[in-house]
């Protein structure tokens, strides 16, 4: 593919606009996603819109007009899921840049400022922030190599400010025109009503944005800091396996669209991380006698072995397809549309 080499923006733009989207689609984030919404609007960069887009539930759009505050925007997606909501969010939106944060998120009062700060940079495309798990029960909290499980800034993550392949989803901004222009979220990734049956809708955006313009046009941005809740629920065995068999899908399912390119990221987080950090473990619990050490040992192999087991029978099952250009994410949500 050929690359865009010069810059999509207009180094003489004015001032940036900048629209807050917070996805809903359950009473039981009611009082989480309030808070979101409070966060946001105590910042010190105050946003030019807040915009709510709820997915599938009339009653908990109801009740969010009724006690949000009335710059808080608040419509029905139009779409299925996550991808769908975060894209019509891109049509609707009034900003120059729209920044995404998730209903069980809050944002630290220097969050907005921080992250629209990366985008005074006209080649910066994208950017995301530092994610720092909420625990519900911090005596059950996950080893940090995994943090990701639970939408968090995870060992092995860049700490400096910098290119990345793409940010977290709970914490990221985008160029509005930029993106509507490639299309979007793209609908086959992504949670839909809550069921995570599929992830990685991020990284599909993003790479087909680092494919069309350049690898450095999506920024880390370390000091962009919001707190994502991680619910004891979200810390068991049981959902680790869950959500580590969706991860490994779905990276598949990227891999078969991008070719093994997009998975470097990947292929560096396992190699540096994911061997050190058992053996580093299980040495310490034979050591120290800890059975903490040994608990995080486990619960990262497992991770990985999932991941690993359910990438590799994706890929055996499908074939290893070339890459497709974008439009063949387009050709795949539509299909995945029709199956609704």
């Given at each position: 593919?050929t690359?865009?080499m010069?810059?999509?923006?207009?180094?003489?733009?004015?001032?940036?606009?900048?629209?807050?989207?917070?996805?809903a689609?359950?009473m039981?984030?009611f009082?989480?996603?309030?808070r979101?919404?409070?966060s946001?609007?105590?910042g010190?960069?105050?946003?030019d819109?807040?915009?709510?887009i709820?997915?599938?539930?009339?009653?908990l759009?109801?009740?969010?007009?009724?006690?949000l505050?009335?710059e808080?925007?608040v419509?029905?997606?139009?779409?299925?899921?996550?991808?769908?909501?975060?894209?019509?969010a891109l049509r609707i939106a009034?900003?120059?840049?729209?920044?995404?944060?998730?209903?069980?998120?809050w944002?630290?009062?220097s969050w907005?400022?921080e992250?629209?700060?990366?985008?005074?940079?006209?080649?910066?495309?994208?950017?995301g922030?530092?994610?720092?798990?909420?625990?519900e029960?911090?005596s059950a909290?996950?080893?940090p190599?995994?943090?990701w499980?639970?939408?968090?800034?995870?060992?092995g993550?860049?700490?400096?400010?910098?290119?990345?392949?793409r940010?977290?989803?709970?914490?990221?901004?985008?160029?509005?025109?930029i993106?509507?222009?490639l299309?979007?979220f793209?609908?086959?990734?992504?949670?839909?009503?809550?069921?995570?049956?599929?992830?990685?809708?991020?990284?599909?955006?993003?790479?087909?944005?680092?494919?069309?313009?350049?690898?450095?046009?999506?920024?880390?941005?370390?000091?962009?800091?919001?707190?994502?809740?991680?619910?004891?629920?979200?810390?068991?065995?049981r959902?680790?396996l869950?959500?580590?068999?969706?991860?490994?899908?779905?990276?598949?399912?990227?891999?078969r669209?991008?070719?093994s390119?997009?998975?470097?990221?990947?292929?560096?987080?396992?190699?540096?991380?994911?061997?050190s950090?058992?053996f580093?473990?299980?040495?310490?619990?034979?050591?120290d006698?800890?059975p903490?050490?040994?608990?995080?040992?486990a619960?990262?192999a497992s991770?990985?072995l999932?991941?690993?087991g359910?990438y590799?029978?994706?890929?055996?099952?499908?074939?290893?397809?070339?890459p497709?250009s974008?439009?063949?994410?387009?050709?795949?949500?539509h299909?995945g549309?029709m199956?609704?």
């Open positions: 593919m690359r865009s010069e810059s999509p923006i207009d180094e003489r733009d004015e001032a940036l606009t900048i629209s807050v989207v917070v996805c689609y359950t039981e984030r009082d989480e996603t309030r979101c919404v409070a946001v609007l105590a010190d960069r105050h946003p819109e807040v915009l709510l709820v997915d599938e539930n009339p009653m759009r109801e009740r969010l007009r009724e006690v505050p009335p808080v925007q419509f029905d997606s139009d779409g299925h899921g996550i991808s769908d909501a975060r894209t019509m009034i900003g120059s840049v729209v920044a995404f944060i998730d209903d069980d998120a944002a630290e009062p907005l400022f992250l629209s700060s990366a985008f005074q940079d006209a080649d910066v495309l994208g950017a922030g530092r994610v720092e798990p909420d625990w029960d911090p909290a996950l080893p190599e995994i943090y499980v639970v939408g968090a800034t995870y060992r993550h860049r700490t400096d400010a910098g290119p990345i392949s940010p977290l989803g709970c914490n990221m901004a985008v160029r509005r025109e993106f509507l222009k299309g979007g793209p609908s086959a990734f992504g949670p839909r009503s809550g069921a995570k049956m599929s992830s990685n809708e991020e990284l599909a955006m993003f790479t087909t944005i680092t494919n069309h313009y350049s690898d450095e046009c999506i920024h880390y941005v370390p000091a962009a800091v919001v707190h994502h809740f991680a619910p004891l629920s979200r810390c068991t065995f959902y680790l869950s959500r580590s068999t969706v991860e490994g899908t779905s990276k598949a399912d990227i891999r669209l991008f070719g390119r997009a998975m470097a990221a990947d292929r560096t987080y396992v190699i540096e991380v994911i061997g950090s058992v580093g473990y299980l040495a310490g619990a034979v050591r006698r800890d903490r050490s040994l608990r995080a040992a619960l990262v991770s990985f999932m991941t690993t359910a590799l029978t994706r890929l055996a099952r499908t074939g290893v397809l070339r497709r974008p439009a063949g994410i387009a050709r795949m949500s299909a549309s199956h609704q």
